[in-house]
Nanobody
Framework: QVQLVESGGGLVQAGGSLRLSCTAS????????MGWYRQAPGKQRELVAAIHTGDLTHYADSVKGRFTISRDNAKDTVYLQMNSLKPEETAVYYCAADPAWVRLITLSAAYWGQGTQVTVSS
């Protein structure tokens, strides 16, 4: 069992940066692949970035070159550094964990956090 808690969201101007954190308050991320997702109002949840236990990373095309996912297993934390943010990236950002990569990248992960709001003003 893993419980995930996201933090770091907030209000930022377009072009600005935020770093999101997702920490396991219960359990460990050590053997889990980790992902960041977002859901804007009226839209479906989408995968933003994912990181394998072996540090292989995957990004949505829309964020490549601007977002970076990383993990610190010693701290049971995964990060999402977001640069050059755009107003259309306003959404609730969620992290998730799963021991199966396929489930993670198909939005079927076993463990989800509650989300953190990111608002990008124009």
């Amino acid at each position: 069992q893993v419980q995930l808690v996201e933090s770091g969201g907030g209000l930022v101007q377009a072009g600005g940066s935020l770093r999101l954190s997702c920490t396991a308050s219960k359990g460990s991320i050590f053997s889990k692949h980790m992902g960041w997702y977002r859901q804007a109002p009226g839209k479906q949840r989408e995968l933003v970035a994912a990181i394998h236990t072996g540090d292989l990373t995957h990004y949505a095309d829309s964020v490549k070159g601007r977002f970076t996912i990383s993990r610190d297993n010693a701290k049971d934390t995964v990060y999402l550094q977001m640069n050059s943010l755009k107003p259309e990236e306003t959404a609730v950002y969620y992290c998730a964990a799963d021991p199966a990569w396929v489930r993670l990248i198909t939005l079927s992960a076993a463990y989800w956090g509650q989300g953190t709001q990111v608002t990008v003003s124009s």
